[in-house]
């Protein structure tokens, strides 16, 4: 009798895991002068878990990747938390306005809020992610079901892929957008990508002016 297969949610849990424990080989004196791109830096093993990640993404990956590569990527910060501590939630500023042809024309737009735990972004790709039109495979989870999920099911939820959502949990796949996979890659290889995100320290009134803002 074969194992049952996992679940979408746990599936790809398990492949950020694996990706979060890739470590960069080591590079001479001369290139610490002029950081390279980390990912040029990474093992043999790494490709096929990054290929993994790119076939089930494809779309999300690379700008992802290019969106840390440009430091677009802010966590905000409780200025009384401690260093190590998880961001309250992220900023995440569109590529299109960090061009200098397009700048002057998108410098107002608002950066959109990323909160891993719960598991959304404001941008609209992701609302269409999370709440696809008819005809789309989108399914709304009873009441029942829910309500029926005892504490072992969501014990750690906030570690896995989706956050405390319930997408991926049996079948179906978990919304995503290129917004909340660089800010979920920031955080889980922080060893390899955490340089490339702009840490804030915000009090609560200014946490409460940054959200408004957006």
Known sequence: MTAPLPSPRHFLTSLIDSIADIQTVPVDDDAQFNPPNPLRH???????????????????????????????VVSVLPEEQDEGAKPSFYLVRSAASSSR??????????????????????????????????????????????DGLCDDDTQGLELEFGGLSFDGREA???????????????????????????????????????????
């Open 101 to 146: 042809k397009t700048f002057n024309a998108f410098s107002a737009i608002a950066p959109y809020v990323v909160r891993l735990e719960s598991w959304n972004c404001s941008c609209a790709n992701f609302a269409f992610e999370a709440f696809p039109a008819a005809g789309r495979g989108g399914s709304i989870i009873p009441a029942t079901d829910v």
């Open 42 to 72: 990474l093992p043999p093993s790494a490709r096929p878990l990054l290929t993994t990640l790119h076939v089930l993404f494809p779309a999300l990956l690379l700008p992802a990747l290019d969106l840390l590569d440009r430091s677009l």
């Open 172 to 214: 179906g796949g978990v919304p995503c957008c290129k917004h909340l996979l660089a800010c979920l890659l920031a955080e889980r290889w922080g060893a390899v990508l955490g340089d490339h995100v702009v840490t804030r320290r915000a009090g609560r009134e200014e946490m409460v002016g940054l959200l408004a803002d957006t």
